[in-house]
């Protein structure tokens, strides 16, 4: 409880002035984290399954996806292990587009993210209708790599890291929200880092 009284809840800023979250320390490297081996996925067999409470349950595969409108983020990446990355150009299909195409019953209140490998992590729906959030293929100018989540992966830039979901063939939309790889371990539910949102033992 004390040393959650004492830490800092500030933001800072970097020498180009981006902001900077509490407890995180800036990094121009892109660190690659992930539990377990690496997928391999081609784009040839790749696919996306948008199912659980919606409209229409749609199975994308790479020409379907690649040929949907492309949006372009920039935005910063903050993973919970406290490095940064500030800029970061993303390109792919906006998360509001998919859901464009399965329309989410009424009662769809948040979402699963299910990868290639087992992964899972939740998050409601309403942070993932957010304009800069989106299924990602392309990083800094170039096709995403496999270790960083190619083909493709979800970005949620308000987020800690462990919500952009690497290798993504999943979108289940649900009543009940349903925590995460992560989330059953430890981390928090919301993760935010602005709120540094890292474990659920913050909460004391
Ligand atoms: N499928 C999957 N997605 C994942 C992970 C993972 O282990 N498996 N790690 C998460 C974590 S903890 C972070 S910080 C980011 C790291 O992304 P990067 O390896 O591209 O830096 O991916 C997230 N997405
Ligand atoms: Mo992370």
Redesign the pocket.
């Known amino acids: 409880m004390m040393n959650k009284l004492l830490r800092r809840q500030t933001i800072t800023q970097d020498q180009e002035g981006l902001d900077v979250p509490p407890g995180q320390f800036v990094t121009e490297k ?7 081996p690496t997928p391999e996925v081609e784009t040839d067999s790749w696919q996306l399954k948008l199912f659980g409470l919606v409209e229409e349950e749609i199975t994308l595969d790479w020409e379907r996806l690649t040929s949907l409108e492309m949006v372009s983020v920039d935005a910063p ?1 903050h ?3 406290q490095w940064s990355r500030l800029q970061n150009t993303w390109q792919g299909v906006a998360f509001s587009t998919l859901m464009g195409l399965a329309r989410p019953k009424p009662e769809a209140k948040y979402v699963v993210a299910h ?3 087992g ?1 899972t ?1 939740n998050l409601p729906l309403s942070v993932l209708m957010d304009d800069d959030v989106l299924l990602a293929y392309r990083h800094d100018g170039e096709s995403l790599s496999a ?3 190619g083909p493709v ?1 979800l970005v949620v830039p308000k987020r ?9 063939n999943g979108i289940e939309l649900t009543e009940e929200d349903v925590p995460g ?2 989330e059953t371990r430890g981390y928090h539910n919301e993760g935010d880092p602005v709120k540094e949102e890292r474990f659920w033992s913050d909460l004391g």
């Open positions: 892109f660190p690659v984290l992930t539990f377990g990446f993973c919970v292990t990868c290639y490998g992964y992590t270790e960083h989540g992966r800690y890291g462990w919500k952009s979901a690497k290798w993504v790889f992560w």
